[in-house]
């Protein structure tokens, strides 16, 4: 199939198919739109992500291969587990979820270069309203020390960023999500693209098709009513 960009317009929520993806830049399959709730849910529906910095136009994303944590595989080594075991942490969801997505944006280690500009903060904080976009939150004597936030469609879970200012929160964070989700049959998340923390956590790279093709199944799987409500899920 043959690769090319498709440049949206705000009449249409239609997206390419991924398989139209560009392999040079890695995964590019659409420029421009815009940020509503809609057309990111019909987006991630469809494994598609935006990512784009200040100044530059929306593009939208679906690379391949796609990084990914099997539910089953997550490393816990020997160090996080005595962490997790000692309960220095509170573990909550969806209590904090503007602060978790402005911490991730201003964190020290992105150098002023990051993907979260303030378009994309007000379009995922209008998402979470909605009941799409989701936060996991580390807490250490009351105050939010890591977290990570992303998109649900059903079962499907895309990964966007995660933040910590204190060792391991982040870690615990990720740990104890995908332990949430796989409960629930959950067998994957997605991690869109990998990195050295993520493959340290058991960051996988699969093919489009088959990444497709579980998210697809993912999707089937109707979360119970109360899964996302503001809780504490730490011990």
């Known amino acids: 199939m043959s690769q090319t960009i498709t440049f949206l317009t705000p009449d249409s929520l239609a997206f390419p198919s991924i398989n139209y993806a560009l392999a040079e830049p890695n995964g590019l399959l659409a420029i421009g739109g815009d940020l509503t709730s809609e057309r990111l849910i019909t987006a991630y529906s469809n494994g598609i992500f935006p990512w784009y910095g200040e100044d530059e136009p929306i593009m939208w ?6 990084a990914i944590i099997d539910t089953s595989e997550i490393r816990i080594n020997r160090t996080l587990r005595k962490v997790i075991n000692r309960q220095q942490f509170k573990v909550t969801i969806n209590q904090a979820f503007e602060q978790v997505i402005a911490l991730c944006a201003d964190a020290p280690f992105r150098n002023e270069d990051t993907w979260i500009v303030s378009d994309m903060v007000n379009a995922y ?5 909605k009941g799409y976009a989701h936060s996991c939150e580390v807490w250490e004597d009351e105050k939010l020390v890591g977290g990570l936030y992303g998109v649900a469609i059903n079962g ?14 982040s ?8 332990q949430l989700l796989r409960q629930q049959g959950v ?20 093919s489009r098709d088959l990444f497709s093709q579980i998210r697809e199944q993912m999707k089937t799987i109707a979360l119970p009513q109360h899964f996302w409500a503001t809780r504490q899920i730490s011990d």
Not at 61 to 66: G, I, K, L, N, T
Not at 125 to 129: I, Q, R, S, V
């Open 125 to 129: 904080n209008a998402l979470h309203k």
């Open 171 to 178: 870690k615990v964070a990720l740990a104890l999500f995908v």
């Open 156 to 169: 499907y879970f895309s990964g966007e960023s995660m933040f910590y200012s204190s060792p391991n929160a």
């Open 187 to 206: 067998t994957f998340i997605d991690c869109q693209i990998t990195n050295p923390f993520l493959e340290s956590m058991g960051c996988k790279e699969i």
């Open 61 to 66: 994303w679906s690379p391949h291969p796609r």
